[in-house]
């Protein structure tokens, strides 16, 4: 279910978006982000972590909608670009399905010129896709008694909360 967009909103040829079951390659990212351009490129990598608030996650799963989302991240790329105008690529893929701890859930890289302007445009994308992206997450926790428990978690709303999820 790998999907790369091709909708309304304007989109530069390199740029990249995706929504996949697939593991997420940081070597792929960065070389969608690469650009003989380029003084820099910053990625984020999100991961499944072994915890939240204390409590052990032991997998995460992802849903999204998909079409969606992939207009949020052209959206979010427009945007970088109406911020920072030197900007040369931006690739945002997600993950979806269930994920173990350890395993990728979201790579974002900026290639641009200059480094400021990639680490900022690099925070800008992570943080707005967590706003606005229609992604969730279930998280599943081992209870003391062996037992799983879940819970799902609107990513935005862990924004909003001032949890960070």
């Known amino acids: 279910m790998t999907n790369t967009l091709n909708l309304r909103i304007p989109q530069r040829t390199e740029d990249s978006f995706a929504i996949t079951f697939a593991p997420l390659s940081i070597e792929e990212i960065y070389s969608k982000a690469d650009d003989s351009a380029n003084g820099a490129i910053v990625m984020m990598s ?10 052990p ?33 931006v690739v945002i893929h997600h993950r979806i399905g269930r994920l173990q701890v ?3 859930s979201v790579l974002v890289a900026v290639g641009c010129p200059h480094r400021s302007e990639a680490f900022a445009a690099c925070r800008y994308a992570i943080d707005t896709l967590k706003h606005n992206a229609p992604i969730w997450k279930k998280e599943w926790y081992s209870e003391l008694d062996g037992k799983l428990s879940s819970s799902w978690v609107s990513i935005g709303a862990c924004e909003q909360s001032g949890q960070n999820c």
């Open 102 to 104: 350890g395993e990728i």
């Open 46 to 55: 999100g991961m499944v972590r072994n915890q939240t608030d204390g409590k």
């Open 57 to 89: 996650v032991v997998a995460l799963e992802y849903q999204a909608y998909e079409p969606m989302a992939l207009r949020v991240f052209a959206q979010i790329a427009v945007e970088i670009r109406s911020l920072w105008n030197d900007v040369n690529r």
